[in-house]
């Protein structure tokens, strides 16, 4: 069990996290803010990681995966543009961080995760933390998950070496995506994803990043 003391024992440190690398980076709205300084990064890696979780940059989690450094997080989070009444499609639950993130800002998340560890462990401290709109699935993302079609925001924390059609074909009309697309870590960039009520699509390029490959 979690107590309110393993969550409140980095307050500061996430407070500043915010302040320093998001706010002062020119991510300005007040929800997304508000949820990375409410979200404990720390109880989302190994004990002995714990004094790093607030660090700016990523940390290793196992199985060749990692926790995305914050301010990628709050970037994605914030271009995702998410309202209170969507169900976000997050390909790649790592951990469980951006699953809980993505929680406190819409109505549904179903996650997925390629490695069964990972996604066993993920569900587990979700439910632990008290994130109960969450679904995690031990499911190949790049594939999607047809059976919650069509998401209105999907996300991607790991990155196809081309854009994925099928991720493409379950985004609603008016919904968004962000995902990194690119055929190495030094050749990898994130991909703003949109399309119309009518159904037509663009892509935009954003950020050059460094995201651990999509397996499957």
């Not at 300084?37 to 290793?60: M, N």
């Not at 970037?75 to 406190?104: K, N, R, W």
Request: contains cysteine; aromatic residues 6%; charged residues 20%.
């Amino acid at each position: 069990m979690i107590t309110s003391k393993q969550i409140e024992k980095f307050n500061p440190h996430r407070l500043q996290m915010v302040e320093d690398q998001i706010r002062r980076r020119g991510i300005s709205d007040k929800r997304v803010l508000s949820t990375m300084a409410t979200v404990p990064r720390h109880l989302f890696v190994e004990k002995h990681q714990q004094q790093l979780s607030y660090f700016d940059g990523p940390l290793p989690i196992g199985h060749g995966q990692t926790i995305s450094q914050p301010y990628i997080v709050a970037f994605m989070t914030d271009e995702l543009q998410i309202e209170p009444h969507h169900t976000v499609l997050e390909i790649g639950t790592g951990c469980g961080y951006q699953s809980a993130i993505l929680s406190m800002l819409a109505q549904n998340v179903i996650s997925l995760e390629f490695v069964a560890k990972l996604a066993n462990d993920a569900q587990k401290r979700l439910i632990d933390l008290g994130y109960n709109n969450i679904q995690v699935h031990n499911a190949n993302g790049i594939d999607g998950w047809v059976e919650n079609a069509p998401y209105d925001r999907i996300i991607g924390t790991a990155a196809p070496t081309s854009m994925p059609d099928k991720l493409i074909e379950q985004l609603a009309p008016q919904g968004r995506m962000i995902i990194p697309v690119g055929g190495s870590i030094f050749d990898q960039s994130l991909f703003i994803v949109t399309k119309n009520i009518k159904g037509k699509v663009k892509i935009k390029r954003s950020l050059g990043v460094r995201f651990v490959p999509m397996v499957g």
